[in-house]
């Protein structure tokens, strides 16, 4: 069995900051970083309590979500942001819960609840980025708001994200032109129509 590590799931790291020793990564496999904090799931609170880091990275919030509801998710988000320390940055991504193709996932967000939760934890200057396939594996990271690049995406590599084949891969597919097409023909829409989202925000020194 190969013990190679998706490059997928390092992904997140082109769209950050910067990466300072002792930054707050939870796997969302077997990915590791030198000098980063990799607690268990079962030490995190203890890792949270009265702690501060320069970074904290949370490629997939769903593995981390305790019983898969979005009270559970949005709950997390807010304490993980506040261990944001002052100047540091929180990258996270998570299932867009309106995603037509399969909503109200376990541990999904809207965006709108996401900013939400990073705000209250004082956190500002949010970045969003659609996140393709999804937010475990994502090949593509693309800006909402830069119109010209999601443009590209969705008419030039937008069916290149995902699995040729796979069960249901034909019937999900289909879904996926539907998807696609309603995106183009309504850029206003687009960001209900992604299937995941990563959240990029810093706290003010």
């Known amino acids: 069995m190969s013990t190679e590590v998706d490059a997928r799931l390092l992904n997140w790291r082109f769209v950050v900051p910067g990466e300072p020793q002792g930054l ?14 990799t607690p268990r799931r079962d030490v995190l609170a203890q890792a949270l309590l009265n702690e501060r880091y320069p970074a904290v990275a949370v490629p997939d919030l769903t593995v981390w979500v305790s019983h898969g509801q979005r009270s559970d998710a949005s709950h997390l988000l807010t304490t993980l942001a506040a261990a944001v320390a002052p100047g540091g940055w929180l990258c996270v991504g998570f299932p867009n819960r309106w995603y037509a193709a399969a909503p109200l ?9 996401a900013l939400g939760a990073v705000r209250r934890a004082g956190l ?8 393709l396939p999804d937010q475990r594996r994502a090949a593509f990271l693309v800006p909402l708001k830069r119109p010209a690049e999601m443009n590209h995406m969705l008419r030039v590599l937008f069916e290149t ?7 249901g ?8 032109s539907v998807l696609r097409r309603a995106a183009c023909a309504a850029p206003r829409a687009r960001r209900h129509l992604m299937p ?10």
């Open 161 to 167: 994200s995902f699995p040729a084949g796979g069960r």
């Open 196 to 205: 995941a989202y990563y959240l990029v925000a810093q706290r003010p020194q």
């Open 124 to 131: 500002t200057e949010a970045e969003v980025y659609a996140a």
């Open 24 to 37: 707050l990564l939870l796997q969302a496999d077997t990915e590791t970083l030198p000098g980063a904090v």
């Open 105 to 113: 996932r376990a541990g999904s967000l809207s965006l709108l609840a």
């Open 169 to 176: 891969a034909v019937t999900f597919r289909r879904v996926l």
